[in-house]
């Protein structure tokens, strides 16, 4: 009896210690995470007139897209293209960052898949995203 | 072929009088060559005067494809000839629109064909032109004017809007060569071509050279951009692979203020000269033999360039870069002042010794302040894609006023200077063997172990050892204004990690030195101190006692902070049940401050420290 119990223990310890590994914090902070909220924090404002526009919308894949360079004058199209870019290479970063903090490198991927949710739900209406094969307005 | 011997055949029934008023031709599929043309219908009519119509529904002809294709040759007064078609390529999904309405001349083969509303639109494309061809033999001349001429590739990335312009291209064959001459003017419009973007015409290309089969020859071109320069350049391209089999250019007289915003900074992207200010002159030469850069000159005159993020400056640059893929080149380079990160830079000249991709140089000499950055046996070399170089540094004493005024910082007192025997860069990371060692407020800070990765850059890192020794404790605290202590005091900051120069890492330990020295505590300091250790720290004697002393005897005193992800875990010089000795005082009345916070979030402490200056600081000035 006394071995099952224990046992039993075992098991439950087990389980609950996958448990809590499993749930990511999404909300961790380090330096370096910090470091790149910041920088997509300052970056937001000049993103914003794009996103309303539907210049650039949502990917499915947490990142963001130019849906439609041609709503953005010739003479800022340089700066919008390195914008574009500049916030896809600090989502990229911050994924993988937070996938360290937590210890769990190899989350990166369902840490990326839950972002897309995330950004889409915090996306103001007009702005577009990805679904199934096409734009949809929010 | 065969479309040239009905047509012959049609020109002629045109001037025999024929009794028809009309001939009509059907065809379901007419083959020739690379052409095959499907249900192409000409009708003739010979009323009045003649006019042919040609339709065709389907037209292949290599990789073009052609839809319900219309000429319309009217020789009823002045001959007019008028085609439309849907064109595109085979692989395109998507049918572009062309037409053109022209004049036919008497004599075909020799005078000026006369076209005007031409227009060739797609999805993203309109394209008004006009254009004059004069057939020449074994050539042509020809005039096009773009009027107003829209463009776009899908993506955006290669666009124009309201692009008007002339083109005149002179060609002709001899042999297997096709020598032309040409010339493009851009009057006005805007163009943006990834990454560049032009606002304005004003800009010509003149090119006169020759193409025999894949290879095509400059003789003689020159870019002329508005207000930038004039680029002079000839040489030889494989057209099918791109490759430069010669290449000369000269671009003496470039005007940097106007040349940086146009064509250095869109390729600058992330690197930290993408945000600066240039004026001055420069001069460019380049020779390249088989895709290979042979020679270059880079000359700059009275130039200065100016980082917008005030990272660096410097003014009155004058270089003279010249290098050689094959000899050995001597290179100079000079500036009247500048800064570096806040640091003042004297007069600077810098010469130096390059063989194809390595550089060396026996010193070179950095007027800072009232002191000078001493660099010697210098070396560097750029292999695949990085540098990597070393060199042996020395600081010459600079003054800790000046320098604390520079750095903006409270002016500290004393001199400080450095010797570094071995400073390497490679991969991006700035290592330093040797100890720097600065005297200040009587002791010395010593900083060892010094790391860098881009200090200029987005992210700056910055790790170090800091120890410090013997500072003395009363000019520390006036030049701070954190109330009055006296005595003396130690630190040990070992692994600071600064990232964007803010720590994030370290384990910091500040104590009052060994030793017997005047050791006194103002009450004010005593208050300063409990605050810093927060909402829960307390000077363990009543305020009532407080009140009546203006300076307390200490033994000794210490502060820890181990921070690691914005947290500080602080502790003191003691433990206590719940907390940590930061003064332990002796004498009567002895004073004892306590800290109770182990953790205190970075920023909060960062915070404390602020209210606890500025706080002093108001009060003097009361």
């Known amino acids: 009896m006394k071995k099952f119990l224990l046992s039993l223990l075992v098991i439950v310890s087990i389980f609950t210690a996958n448990w809590v590994a499993a749930a990511a914090d999404l909300e961790v902070n380090t330096p370096a995470i910090s470091a790149l909220k910041a920088s997509m924090q300052a970056r937001h404002s000049q993103l914003g007139p794009f996103y309303s526009s539907g210049a650039v919308g949502l990917t499915k894949d947490a990142f963001i897209a130019i849906k439609d360079a041609t709503a953005v004058p010739l003479k800022d199209r340089g700066g919008f293209n390195s914008l574009v870019s500049a916030e896809n290479a600090d989502r990229t970063n911050l994924y993988k960052e937070i996938a360290t903090a937590n210890g769990h490198p190899e989350w990166q991927g369902d840490i990326q898949n839950t972002f897309a949710g995330r950004w889409i739900d915090k996306a103001q209406s007009g702005w577009f995203y990805q679904s199934g094969g096409g734009w949809v307005k929010k | ?622």
């Open chain 2, 1 to 622: 072929m065969l479309l040239r011997a009905i047509f012959a055949c049609l020109l002629a029934l045109a001037q025999n009088a024929f009794a028809v008023s009309t001939i009509s031709i059907s065809a379901d599929t007419i083959t020739n060559d690379n052409a095959v043309v499907r249900s192409a219908n000409i009708l003739v009519d010979l009323k009045a005067q003649t006019t042919y119509t040609i339709k065709a529904q389907h037209i292949q002809y290599d990789k073009l494809e052609a839809r319900n294709a219309n000429v319309f040759l009217d020789y009823r007064g002045k001959p007019t000839l008028t085609f439309d078609t849907d064109l595109k390529q085979s692989s395109d999904k998507a049918w572009a629109k062309a037409q053109m309405h022209c004049l036919v001349p008497a004599n075909l083969m020799q005078e000026v064909w006369q076209c005007n509303d031409g227009k060739f639109t797609a999805e993203r494309i309109n394209l008004p032109f006009a254009l004059e061809v004069t057939p020449q033999p074994k050539g042509f001349a020809a005039n096009i004017n773009l009027q107003s001429a829209n463009f776009s590739d899908e993506a955006g990335l290669h666009a124009a809007e309201k692009l008007t312009g002339h083109l005149t291209v002179v060609a002709k064959q001899e042999g297997d060569t096709l020598h032309f001459n040409s010339a493009l003017n851009w009057q006005s419009g805007e163009v943006f071509w990834q990454p560049l973007y032009f606002a304005n015409g004003g800009h010509e290309l003149q090119a006169a050279g020759s193409l025999k089969g894949d290879i095509l020859t400059l003789d003689n071109a020159t870019l002329k951009l508005d207000k930038v320069g004039d680029l002079k350049f000839s040489g030889q391209v494989d057209t099918k692979t791109f490759k430069i089999q010669k290449l000369n250019a000269d671009l003496p007289n470039l005007n940097l203020a106007e040349a940086y915003p146009l064509l250095f900074k869109p390729f600058l992207g992330k690197t930290m000269l993408n945000n600066a200010e240039l004026d001055g002159k420069a001069a460019l030469n380049v020779s390249v033999v088989d895709s290979q850069i042979k020679t270059f000159k880079i000359s700059l005159k009275d130039a200065n360039i100016d980082d917008k993020n005030h990272k660096f400056a410097f003014y009155n640059v004058n270089a003279d870069i010249p290098w050689s893929y094959d000899a050995a080149t001597k290179v100079s380079f000079s500036y009247n002042n500048g800064q570096l990160l806040n640091m003042p830079l004297g007069r600077t000249n810098i010469g130096a010794e390059v063989n194809r991709y390595s550089l060396v140089s026996p010193s070179i000499e950095l007027p800072i302040l009232d002191g000078a950055f001493k660099l010697s046996d210098i070396s560097a070399a750029y292999i695949n894609d990085n540098w990597y170089w070393h060199l042996r540094a020395a600081l010459t004493p600079v003054s800790m006023p000046d320098a604390s005024r520079a750095f903006k910082l409270p002016t500290m007192q004393g001199k400080a200077s450095a010797e570094i025997p071995l400073v390497t860069y490679s991969g991006g990371i700035l290592t330093t063997d040797g100890e720097m060692v600065l005297n200040v407020f009587d002791g010395t800070a010593t900083v060892s172990q010094l790391t860098m990765q881009n200090p200029l850059g987005d992210s700056p890192k910055l790790s170090a050892d800091l120890v410090l020794r013997n500072l003395d404790m009363g000019s520390l605290t006036r030049t701070f204004s954190f109330g009055a202590i006296e005595g003396k005091l130690d630190g040990d900051v070992l692994g600071l990690e600064l990232l964007n120069w803010k720590p994030v890492k370290m384990d910091a330990k500040l104590q009052s030195s060994p030793g017997n020295y005047l050791k006194k505590i103002s009450q004010r300091a005593v208050e300063n101190i409990s605050s810093l250790g927060g909402a829960g720290a307390a000077a363990a004697v009543q305020r009532s006692v407080l009140r009546f002393f203006k300076e307390f005897n200490y033994e000794k005193m210490g502060l820890s902070c181990i921070l690691r992800n914005n947290v500080c875990e602080m502790s003191g010089i003691e433990s206590t049940p719940g907390g940590y000795v930061i003064v332990k005082g002796s004498g009567i009345p002895a004073i004892t401050v306590l800290g109770y916070n182990q953790t205190v979030g970075w920023s909060e402490l960062v915070d404390r420290i602020k209210r606890v200056i500025e706080g002093n600081t108001k009060l003097i000035v009361k």
